[in-house]
Each structure stands twice: as structure tokens, then as C-alpha cells.
């Protein structure tokens, strides 16, 4: 795979799976999306990116266990794939590069 170039939202989606780590689902990344951003988020946009992102190969998911109470549902567990994390890398070394030597005055 060559050069992947991440929109804005998929850039911060997959950046809030990774601070959520290890069990992270799509409710999880759209809490860590509006605590860290301090902004409202669809959760359907949260599903749909990271659906767009599966279809990439930069994140991989899998269903979990039933919660134990009755009628309790599994919650798709998501993480980035080795391609993903090498996407969020190159695109931090891209923006890096662009922001290098710009000052804008404020």
C-alpha cells in the first residue's frame, strides 16, 4: 500500500481509538472524540469512519462476548492495524513537515 492520506475526522477518529486502547468500540472512541475535543460528535459519523477506515485496512475489528445480563449485546471491538498506524505516522510527519518554519500571526 502506498501513500495514505487521511481526512481531518478519520485522522482524529483513529487517534481517539488509540488513546482508548485495548477493548475500544465505537461509543468509547465517540466519548474520547468529545472529552479531548471538547466538541459534539455523531456517533453514526464515529460508525461510518471507522466502517470507511476497516474498508482501508487501517483499523481491524472484532466482535466481543455478549454483556452477561439478559439479552446483552456484543460490543465490535476495533484497533488499528499495522497500515493504520503507519498512515497516522506518515500523516504527522507530512503536517510536521508543513508547519515547519510557518509562523501565522495571531
Known sequence: MGRTFLGEFEQIVMLALARV???AYAVSIHGELERITGKSVSVPAV????????KKG???SQMGTPSPRPGGRAKRH???SA????????SRQLLDRLWDGLELAQ
Open 47 to 54: 460508525y461510518v469512519t471507522l466502517s470507511r477506515l476497516g
Open 21 to 23: 486502547g485495548e477493548g
Open 83 to 90: 497500515e493504520g498506524k503507519k498512515a497516522l505516522a506518515q
Open 78 to 80: 476495533f484497533e488499528l
Open 58 to 60: 487501517l483499523v481491524v
